[in-house]
């Protein structure tokens, strides 16, 4: 084989593990922008690398993009980002190749926006532990080769990951998809009326709302709201279409059911473009978790996904 077959056979040997690179960095970091880019600096250590010297090249691959993340997760930039609160995984609509294997319920949880934005109280070691045990089944002989660490030294740092993801982890469970779209409905009929008790009828008593705010206003921090009250409140104020909220928004919005990281979501879209997502955790016929998600940087790969699918029939028209 010549030089130009060669590297064809190498680039399609990577390309074939493309998506699964995708998947890990994409839990590791949260980002699917940041994701990409890591996948990407792989691909140019792979060309720079003697191939003929790597046995086993999804190995040897993992290893590479698990560091570069790493590596993303230690800078001092990211660090910054992410202490001020401001923070929340970018989302992603259910089928998008970057959400990586489904088939346990491990594996389902890795990538749900609950356990990503737990996985901020980890250390970037123990973060990678977890993922590479929980979502992709590496044992530890093989997590202590990708980060040179030992065997005894990934077993801690997962117990550790757990213990802390456990303690932190907000009650849910894995809902029939129709009756998750029912609950979510009413939720949206609800607000957009303003029956507020309605709403507070929906929540559990200990739900909690987070909102990103459109990543506005001077320290860009989240909002919160802790009490079902607080939460109708709002819900009823940001749901309630307006003329105001139209002109803000560059016209009338159509409003479409989704999953997104496997959680049941409504989607704000105008046009073609995804201008806001919301999505929840429903647990024992109520809804727990409630996250506004609208800041643009956070919404390219979902508008992609979504163009790409094409839109069903929304649930609002002309919101």
Known sequence: MDSIGVDRFDTSRFEASRNRLASLAYRLLGSAADAQDAVQDAFLHWQAADRQ????????LTKVVT???????RSAQVRRERAVGAWL??????GDPMLGPADTFEQRESVSLAVLTLMERLSPLERAVYILREAFSYGHAEIAEILDITES???QHLHRARTRITAARRRSSEVDPASARKIIEEFLAAATSGRTDRLVALLTDDAIAISDSNGAGPAKTLLRYDTPER???MARAGFRPTPAKRRLAGGALAVHYALVNGAPAILFVLGDQVVGTVTFDVT???????RGIAAPTRLVRITEAWRQRGPDRPLITQW
């Not at 010297?53 to 040897?60: D, G, S, T």
């Not at 560091?67 to 997760?73: G, I, Q, V």
């Not at 995984?89 to 259910?94: A, D, K, V, W």
């Open 284 to 290: 024992d016929g109520k809804i727990a978790t409630v």
């Open 67 to 73: 560091n570069l993340c790493l590596d993303r997760l």
């Open 153 to 155: 030294a990934s077993q």
């Open 89 to 94: 995984p970018e989302p992603l609509l259910g």
């Open 53 to 60: 010297q790597i046995k086993v090249p999804e190995a040897w």
């Open 231 to 233: 939460i109708a409140t």
